[in-house]
């Protein structure tokens, strides 16, 4: 049990539409990252927000955004989603900030997502 | 910019066997080392990380691995697997930013599923 949860946990969605996906962040924690992890592939850094601000991006389009909000909840968006957007994705939340080098970060179980 | 490299796609391993999965890092600057596990159908677990000091980190399920900064490595062993070792292990390293401030942002590798056959 991390603390990290993540909703939904499967959806499906069409080629072109928009998705949401959403997670609540262990307690305390002010840095939540997201990543994308293709069937078989490493997880990919999408992008990171601290103190909801983004705080760095992995080589990720515009299409792909996000959200955190005063509770450390968070959101991720992505736009004219394409077939290869298919992918689990996964929230990670830490504690940041100066002298908090190495600090464990907690990942969620993920959202599946599938473009048809 | 990092990059992880994880020597073995798939490792085949009888019970009560010894295993080493075998990671390779690249890095401009100083790294955080982490390996992580992933179970089917699940997020991913923290095994153990090395931040400084002594090379030779012990972590949760008897699991251990050893830093080697001349080799740019970060293999991790287990004396003896078991089948509930069956899983897929990432290898991932996080820039040591300046005045120890660290957010975290993982690079990982391509995975290696370790397969515990009876």
């Known amino acids: 049990e991390t603390g990290v949860t993540q909703s939904p946990t499967h959806l499906i969605k069409t080629r072109g539409q928009q998705v949401t996906l959403r997670c609540s962040s262990q307690?305390?924690?002010?840095?939540v990252s997201w990543y994308q992890q293709a069937l078989g592939q490493g997880p990919q850094f999408i992008f990171q927000?601290?103190?909801?601000?983004?705080?760095g991006r992995g080589n990720f389009p515009p299409r792909f955004s996000g959200l955190q909000f005063p509770n450390y909840s968070s959101e991720l968006n992505v736009n004219a989603l394409e077939l290869d957007d298919s992918a689990l994705y996964l929230c990670?939340?830490?504690?940041?900030?100066?002298?908090?080098?190495?600090?464990?970060?907690?990942f969620g179980e993920g959202s599946w997502l599938t473009v048809v | 910019a990092q990059s992880v490299t994880q020597l073995d796609s798939q490792v085949p391993v009888f019970e009560e066997a010894p295993v080493e999965l075998r990671c390779n890092y690249s890095?401009?600057?100083?790294?955080?080392l982490f390996w992580y596990v992933q179970y089917p159908n699940q997020g991913l677990q923290l095994l153990l990380k090395?931040?400084?000091?002594?090379?030779l980190v012990k972590g949760i399920n008897g699991f251990e691995a050893e830093f080697n900064k001349s080799q740019t490595s970060f293999h991790l062993r287990k004396p003896s697997v078991h089948i509930s070792d069956t899983a897929e292990y990432f290898c991932?390293?996080?820039?040591?930013?300046?005045?120890?401030?660290?957010?975290?942002?993982?690079?990982f590798g391509q995975g290696t599923i370790l397969t515990v056959h009876p």
């Open positions: 890095s401009s600057v100083s790294v955080y």
């Open positions: 990670a939340s830490s504690l940041a900030g100066p002298y908090t080098s190495g600090n464990t970060i907690y």
């Open positions: 090395y931040l400084s000091g002594s090379t």
């Open positions: 927000y601290y103190r909801e601000e983004e705080n």
């Open positions: 307690s305390g924690h002010n840095t």
């Open positions: 991932a390293v996080s820039e040591k930013a300046a005045g120890g401030t660290s957010y975290g942002k993982l690079t």
